[in-house]
């Protein structure tokens, strides 16, 4: 099975820069498709964005896209999430989830996932 890590969250100042990564323990980490969500408290899981399994598809939360870039080393078994343009609204806890399948399409529903991470804080003050 895929064991997944995040790191890289923190406290940041509104407008500010973070990069989240997630490090996969599986073998086979090119026939998962990857995915960050993220969760304020109080309200559920939300989808944040997604990549496949060899990185030539990618989806993105319309709150984030043109802010927010998924990417992934397959050769070293991470996904990273490199967020610009911070905002309070983005404080959450992040996770990193794992898909098993070589597909076209990315998975933007937290049930779609198969694997998922303990999660990292990021903090957005204003």
């Known amino acids: 099975q895929v064991q997944l890590v995040e790191s890289g969250g923190g406290v940041v100042q509104a407008g500010g820069s973070l990069r989240l990564s997630c490090a996969a323990s599986?073998?086979?980490?090119?026939?998962?498709?990857m995915g960050w969500f993220r969760q304020a408290p109080g309200k559920g899981r939300e989808f944040v964005g997604a990549?496949?399994?060899?990185?030539?598809?990618?989806g993105y939360a319309d709150s984030v896209k043109g802010r927010f870039t998924i990417s992934r080393d397959n050769a070293k078994n991470t996904v990273s999430l490199q967020m610009n343009s911070l905002n309070p609204e983005d404080t959450a806890v992040y996770y990193c989830?794992?898909?098993?399948?070589?597909?076209?399409?990315?998975?933007?529903?937290?049930?779609?996932?198969?694997?998922w991470g303990k999660g990292t804080q990021v903090t957005v003050s204003s």
């Open positions: 990549i496949n399994w060899n990185g030539k598809n990618t």
């Open positions: 599986g073998p086979i980490f090119s026939s998962y498709g």
């Open positions: 989830a794992a898909r098993f399948g070589r597909t076209t399409v990315v998975t933007t529903t937290p049930s779609g996932m198969d694997y």
